[in-house]
């Protein structure tokens, strides 16, 4: 019952499956043939001040392309340019001042508020405050005073 699992020769001892390479054939080769340039380039030789003669393959610089040259821009086509540049700053100076009176408009709107809440709860608080005797029938007895049904001793 207890016999052990056979697995096929593609799998390592721990059960994972393992991919071997397999060696394709060498394509086979044609010789190669030695191949001459088109053109042999012409050898330059250079005598340097100190009597030194230098040897080399003359190397023809790179010529950069002709710049081709702009057409003129009109006079009135800058004008209308700068115009056209001008008229969008002033339009966006006159958006950042209505900014600035709108929110300067509400600043003080809200200020008029508060100071109407702050003055309303000052007037509340001097009308329904117990401090003082206003109003009633004030009678001393006996160093005490009775103020309409209540005590104060």
């Not at 697995?7 to 001892?13: C, F, G, L």
């Not at 339009?91 to 600043?107: E, N, P, S, V």
């Not at 508020?113 to 109003?135: C, D, E, M, P, Y």
């Amino acid at each position: 019952m207890n016999q052990p699992i056979r697995r096929p020769a593609a799998y390592d001892a721990a059960g994972v499956e393992v991919h071997r390479p397999v060696p394709l054939a060498p394509a086979p080769t044609a010789p190669l043939a030695p191949v001459q340039p088109g053109g042999v380039p012409s050898v330059a030789s250079v005598v340097l001040p100190d009597g030194r003669v230098v040897t080399g393959y003359a190397i023809t610089p790179a010529q950069p392309e002709p710049i081709a040259t702009k057409p003129g821009v009109s006079r009135a086509a800058v004008n209308i340019a700068l115009g056209g540049v001008g008229f969008l700053a002033v339009c966006g100076g006159l958006f950042l001042l209505t900014a600035f009176i709108t929110a300067l408009t509400a600043l003080v709107t809200q200020l008029v508020i508060l100071a109407a809440v702050l003055f309303g709860g000052w007037v509340t608080v001097q009308v329904f405050s117990a401090r003082g005797h206003r109003g009633g029938t004030t009678v001393n007895i006996r160093k005490a005073t009775f103020k309409r049904n209540h005590f104060h001793g």
